[in-house]
């Protein structure tokens, strides 16, 4: 069984930086990208960024463009996500999680349905 684990949250002001990290245990048999969801108190789960594993082709929320930098590291299975210029609204758990079915552009990534390991989630809290 693969395992995602992430590592990197806190709390920060707002303006402040974070950067999130998720590895797995091993690369599993089907993955073609990795990406990052979050989900704050109430609110529904959210894309925020993927990035494909052969290509490392890049879509990201608009509201995090510019600010927020999804990478990976192919020989470690380990994908980051750089968070700068951090506000308030960034708040909510940070989830990881690994593609298993081949995707094709934003609306794939961003649907939450081609994902077969999932992290246990990461607390990022930004104050005002």
């Known amino acids: 069984q693969v395992q995602l684990v992430e590592s990197g949250g806190g709390s920060v002001q707002a303006g402040g930086s974070l950067r999130l990290s998720c590895s797995a245990s091993?690369?599993?048999?089907?993955?073609?990208?990795m990406v990052w969801f979050r989900q704050a108190p109430g609110k529904e789960r959210e894309f925020v960024a993927a990035i494909t594993w052969s290509g490392g082709n890049i879509y990201q929320l608009d509201s995090v463009k510019g600010r927020f930098t999804i990478s990976r590291d192919t020989a470690k299975n380990t994908v980051l996500l750089q968070m700068n210029s951090l506000k308030p609204e960034d708040t909510a758990v940070y989830y990881c999680a690994v593609a298993i079915n081949y995707c094709l552009g934003y609306g794939c990534y961003a649907s939450g349905h081609n994902y077969g390991y999932w992290g246990q989630g990461t607390q990022v809290t930004v104050s005002s």
């Open positions: 091993r690369r599993p048999i089907r993955m073609y990208g």
